[in-house]
Structure formats: C-alpha cells, structure tokens
C-alpha cells in the first residue's frame, strides 16, 4: 500500500466531479486528497487525487475511470519527476508571548502571516506533504484552533536537456 | 429548417434507424408525445415505467438493436430505474429519454421534479441533462454511440420540457459528436493472440468459459469455429446461454452456483481456462481462491477494466471477442486432441447428468415443464424468464440453440423481468415464439403488462411454475436457515386464469402432467393474444446441483443421487 497522485483529465462540465467521486465511493476506493480546477483549456479540468492503495487496486481505479466518458486521459505522476504542492491555513493560538517563537517557525519553513488577530494568528504554508506535515506539527503545541488544505496538485516537471 | 426540439429529436430517432419506442406519457414529455402523434416511429404503451424499460431491454436482447424508452419527469423517471440497473449489469444497450421540468425550474423542488441523472450515474453508462434545444441532436447521436458501442450499457437523456418545446433553426449536417474522452475500440494486440494460441496448442484439458460477451459482440460462429476446430468443450454462463448449441457434444452447459457437476469438475481440473466475454461473478466462481485451480488464463473482453478484477490472468486481451477470436481462430489449425479430457467429461457426465426426482405430491415437476417446453419448440423459441427457482431450471434443462434466444435478468436478479421483456422480445423478433417461464411470486411483480400485449395482440406465453412460494428462498432457508420458511410462503395468490381472462388474454390451468403437453400446444397455436398457464408444479422442489455460497465449485450439493 502506497500512495499514488493521479492526474486525471475530465471534460468542464457539470457533474463530472460527482462522477469521478461517485465512482470511488461506489467501488470503496479511498480517497486521500482531491483538488480540481480549470486548466490552460477552459473546456478541460484537471482532478489531482492521491489514493492509497496496492498495484492492483491503483490499476483497477484507473481502467474505472477512464470508463467514465468525460475522463480524457490520467497520469500516473507518482513515479515521475514532478513536482507536488498543496496550500495550508492554520489558524494558530498565540498570546503575545508565544508571538516571537511562531514567526521564527514561519520564518524556517518559509511560510507567511495573513492576518493578525487579538489572540491567533493565520499561517499560510505552501509546499509538499512532507514541509505540510511538519509545520503542522511544529505549531501543534501552541494550540491549533483551524486548519484547512486545499489538497495537492501536482505536475510533471520539463525536460531537462 | 425551424423545428421544435421534440420534432428535432424524433429525427435523430429515425436516423439511428429506430423504429419503435416503449414509453409511458405524462406532462414533462406532452411535448414529445405530440410529436409522436404524426410520426412513423411505433410507440408502445406499457403499463408502468418499469415494464416499459424491461420491454425495450428485451427487445435489445433478442434483435441486437439499442432498445429505446420514453418517461416522464419524476415518478416516471425513478419507475423505470429497475430497469436501468438490469440493463447496465447486464450491459444492455438502452437509451432512456426522460422528460424533466423545465430549465426555469430545475432545482426548485418542482412538481415531478426529481434528479433523474444524479439517481441514474451509478447504474448508466454514461447520462445527459440536455440544457439547450441546439444540443438535442448531437446528445441524441453521442447516446446512441456510447449504448451501443464497446461494452454496451444504458444511457439516460434527460429532457427539459422547454427544450422539447422551443423552435430552433435545425441543421442536421451540422450535427457533430463530440467524445474526446471515449474512444471504440478497434483491433487487439496481436502478440497477445499468439500467446494465447501457444496455449491453447499446449493444453492437454483445456475448457471455454463463455459469457454474454459472446452474444453482444455476435461472436457465436467465431466460438463455435474456435471450439469445433480443437474439440473444446465449452461451459456457458447464465448470460452466455445460446452462445454456443446446447445440442452440440462440446457443450457441458452452465458452470457456477447451478451449473451442471460436469461443467464445474472440468472447471476444476481444466489446465487452461479459455474465458471469453465473462466477468467471473460470483455467482459462477464461488469460492475465488478455489476456482479453476490448475488452469492458465486468458481472458478475452472488450472492457479492460474487467481484465484482472477478480482473478489473475495469464494472457489478457483486450478487444472486440469477435475480432479477437477471429484472430485466434486464423493462427490455429484444427485438430481432434484431448482424447483422454474428452473421456474424463463423457466419464462425469454419465455419472453426473442433471436430474430430478419424482413429485412427492404427485404434481407437476418443475424440470419436466422445462423440457416440454424445449421438446415442442427445440431452440427455436425466445426464452425469458423471471427470478428464482423458474430461471435455473430453465438454464438448466432448456437446450438454447441461437444466441439471443435467452433473456433473463442476469446481474440483478430483477423479479418481474420475464414477461416485460418477453413483450419486447415478441415485437422485435415476431416470427419466434416468445415464452417467459415465470415463478408465481415474481409475475406478480409486472403482470399489468399483460395489458400491454393484449393491446397489441402479441401472442406472448408466460408459464407459471407455481409452486406457491418464493421458491428459491425457501430453498436457501430451507438449507441454511433450519427450514425456517419465514414469510417466504404465498399461497395466498390471485387465480391466474381469471386473472388473464380479465385482462383478455387466455388463462388456463395445468394440473397434472398429461394436461402439460396438450396445454402448450394449445398456447403455441395461439397468435393474437397472450396465454397465461397456471402450472402447479411440486411445492417444495430445490435446484441441484448447487454450490453452497462461498463454497468452491468441485463441492456441490444434490444432484448426485435420486
Ligand atoms: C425485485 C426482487 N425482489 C426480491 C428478490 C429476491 N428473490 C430472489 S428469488 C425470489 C423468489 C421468487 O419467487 P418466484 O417468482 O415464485 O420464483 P420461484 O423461485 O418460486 O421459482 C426472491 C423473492 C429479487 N430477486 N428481486
Ligand atoms: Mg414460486
């Protein structure tokens, strides 16, 4: 079991995303992390998912959706060059003596302040899974009050030469 | 040209060459029934929704053609998911044109409004809601495309009432179809035709396992050309009946929960399964991990996704059964082999034929209806039939000839498929004699159809095996739940001869077994209206042999020994 991010290709149209979830939930696969959007087409939109799962259940997945009529294509980007991203908010507790010691977390990981408030603030980090994982464990004993990912997308990197 | 989209759509109809329609009108679709009014397309009105979509799915069955339904919004719509379901598990080529409220109201809670494609994505191939009268016709051609193409299945188009009604300026050579996310699948890999075929040269107890593959891609010369010339034996599915001739010496008939002890033992000692348009259901495996234990794989489908779903294969192919047994067929040379595999089978089919006892009761058996029926028509006669009990034995004991001779709801297990589908079977295929073998619970699930074929005098004949009960559950609580029969009883029951004379058709009661021969041949005779036969059959008859759920096919139960 390992997870795997797949790129999938879908026509701009109402009810794909549905269709693409629906699919999951219909033949229990799980989902990890889902993040949509239009691309450089307007007419098409990429779904990144990160699902976990064995060769077989990940080859099964992939013949399941490429049935659905609106998927045009799907990339496997687990094992390619590429590069992953997702963004994260925290909003943080942080009394005015504790202030000092987030903003040198903020600094290390390179995340930013995006609001300031009497009692908390709100971290935005942006990064792959590991850099995520880290800086949320890192602001954890302050007290996390809310936390929200977009989920990752992720893209194959260019040719070198 | 201006045209309503209602008048647009019954053009596109014709042009995919349809020319019958199953429907049942109400407000959402009025404009579609008025275009139907002048038109040359033959509507048939059912009696509920659900028997409108089984009819067209028979119809589909039995001529090949995409069976086409008509309902309106709400109820209408949500009656005819059964039939969906049946004709997507069984990858039924359908289209399903909804009426929907219109565009202004969608979702607004509307009178008979309810979201027939959000109920429908699980169960479709693929659905529409068409939003605009300009994309009537393309959505009308791409449905038509998706339903009838690759793996065959369902697709529902749902039809605004404003979009029916608005005029638009109508130019049909203009109508372009526009799939960049699905593609027909055209050719195979050749390398892995020849794989198969080195295997198929070295095998010493080769068995094909056929399924309806066969039959939807009309693959039925291919696989008998493929049989024929190596002396395979061949096991059918329940889907897969009249794939291959039931009289043939090659044929060891169904394998799987019901199948013959002679088809599963080959199974079981096979060293090359040859699976041709099959899923391995569990209903035709049991026990996965004890299934064909010894034998290599290949498996030929159109669908890759069932490629390795539930076992491992050694040569998959992808593709067209008929392109690709074409292929196999070419690159092999016939020669009589397998001697001593030929002679293992003959061995277990001597020793283990289908059989059956005598009635306790002194009734009719059930089995003995089955081969009446085949000793009068002989595969020459469209078999449908319900769910339970009726629908084994009648895979068991009626010997299909032809492909496309049996409809039966085989994914689903849909109780009240038999006599809608026989319905369309008759209107699509007239020349045959259409029987449904029916149980006494299930034709109480759509008999109101039976106004549908007095209506249009088709001379269907639906043949209860009465045996007063859910058969096949008592059956199983008779085997697993300690003969508890719990609500599984229904002697309580309308008297299906008045019943049928009062919808006008003919009903007549078959008590004993010397009424038997001369009571079908009275319904065979009949040509202009439906004939219902009450057969009291034994009560308490099971279906053997069987594989106990979960069991593994080389332990069966019954059958063995009277
Ligand atoms: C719509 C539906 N409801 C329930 C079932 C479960 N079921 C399977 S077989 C069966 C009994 C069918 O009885 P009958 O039609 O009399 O056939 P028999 O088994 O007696 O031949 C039932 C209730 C089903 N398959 N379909
Ligand atoms: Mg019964």
């Not at chain 2, 699930?445 to 249009?456: D, F, G, R, S």
């Not at chain 2, 599984?488 to 007549?508: C, N, R």
């Amino acid at each position: 079991m390992r997870k795997h991010t797949l790129a999938v290709i879908v026509e701009n149209r109402p009810g794909v995303l549905t269709r693409v979830t629906t699919l999951f939930r219909r033949r229990g696969y799980n989902i990890e992390s889902l993040a949509v959007g239009e691309t450089e087409n307007p007419s098409i939109s990429r779904i990144t998912i990160v699902v976990m799962g064995d060769e077989k259940i990940l080859e099964q997945v992939t013949k399941q959706l490429y049935k659905l009529v609106d998927v045009i294509k799907i990339v496997d980007i687990t094992d390619k060059r590429s590069v992953e991203r997702e963004l994260v908010m925290v909003k943080v507790r942080a009394d005015v003596n504790v202030r000092a010691e987030i903003v040198q977390i903020v600094d290390i990981f390179r995340a930013r302040i995006v609001d300031i408030g009497k009692t908390s603030l709100i971290i935005e980090v942006t990064g792959d899974s590991a850099k995520i994982d880290a800086i949320v464990e890192s602001l954890k004993p302050f007290g996390i009050i809310e936390l929200v990912r977009t989920g990752i997308v992720a893209m194959v990197r260019g040719e070198i030469k | 040209m201006q045209l309503k989209g209602a008048e647009i759509l019954l053009r596109c109809l014709q042009d995919e060459g349809v020319d019958t329609v199953f429907g049942y009108p109400g407000g959402a679709v009025l404009p579609i029934y008025d275009a139907l009014f002048e038109s040359s397309i033959r509507h048939i009105l059912g009696r509920h929704e659900q028997g409108v979509a089984h009819a067209a799915d028979g119809y589909a069955r039995a001529t090949g053609k995409v069976g086409v339904c008509i309902a309106t919004s709400g109820p209408g719509a949500t009656n005819l998911v059964t039939g969906i379901a049946t004709a997507n598990m069984d990858s039924i080529p359908l289209v399903c044109f909804t009426g929907q409220v219109g565009t202004p109201f969608i979702g607004r809670d509307a009178f008979q409004e309810a979201d027939i494609t959000g109920i429908t994505m699980p169960i479709t191939k693929h659905n529409y809601v068409v939003e605009r009268t300009e994309d009537v016709a393309r959505t009308v051609k791409e449905a038509f495309y998706i339903a009838s193409t690759n793996r065959p299945g369902p697709v529902v188009v749902d039809l605004p009432k404003d979009v029916m009604e608005r005029s638009i300026d109508y130019k049909p050579e203009e109508v372009e179809v526009n799939l960049r996310g699905y593609r027909v699948m055209k050719g195979y890999n050749s390398g892995q035709v020849i794989s198969a075929v080195e295997l198929i040269k070295t095998a010493k107890r080769p068995v094909i396992y056929a399924g309806g593959g066969v039959i939807s891609s009309n693959a039925a010369a291919e696989l008998r050309e493929l049989a024929l010339k190596r002396k395979i034996p061949v096991t059918t599915t329940l889907m897969g009946m009249g794939a291959f001739p039931g009289n043939n010496y090659l044929n060891l008939g169904m394998l799987g929960m019901h199948g013959t002890r002679y088809a599963n033992y080959a199974i079981g000692e096979s060293d090359l399964l040859i699976a041709v348009g099959v899923r391995f259901d569990d209903r035709v495996t049991g026990n996965i991990a004890t299934f064909a234990p010894h034998a290599r794989v290949i498996h030929i489908d159109i669908d890759a996704a069932e490629i390795g779903k539930n076992v491992d294969v050694d040569v998959p192919i992808v593709g067209q059964v008929k392109e690709v047994l074409q292929g196999i067929n070419q690159r092999l040379d016939e020669v009589t082999e397998y001697w001593e595999w030929h002679q293992t089978i003959d061995r277990w089919k001597e020793e283990y034929p289908l059989r059956y006892g005598n009635s306790c009761e002194g009734r009719i058996m059930p089995q003995n209806v089955i081969e009446k029926i085949y000793d009068l028509t002989r595969g020459n006669a469209i078999i449908t039939t319900e769910v339970g009990q009726n629908q084994m034995w009648a895979a068991q004991y009626y010997k299909f000839e032809h492909p496309r001779t049996f409809l039966t709801s085989g994914g689903l297990g849909t109780m009240g498929y038999g006599l809608p589908a026989a319905i369309g079977a008759k209107i699509g295929r007239p020349d045959l004699p259409v029987i449904d073998i029916a149980g006494d619970g299930s034709i109480q699930m759509n008999i109101q159809e039976l106004a549908t074929a007095v209506q249009y005098q088709l001379p269907v004949i639906v043949c209860i095996l009465n045996n007063q009960f859910l058969g096949m559950v008592r059956q199983w609580q008779g085997l697993f739940y300690g003969g508890r029969y719990s609500y599984t009883d229904m002697s309580y029951q309308p008297d299906f001869v008045k019943l049928a004379e009062a919808f006008g058709a003919i009903g007549l009661r078959v008590s004993r077994e010397e009424e038997l021969n001369q009571a079908l041949e009275q319904a065979l005779q009949v040509t202009d209206r439906p004939v219902v036969l009450d057969i009291l059959v034994e009560r308490e008859a099971d279906v053997y042999p069987m594989v106990p759920p979960g069991g593994s096919l080389s332990h069966m139960l019954g059958g063995d020994e009277i």
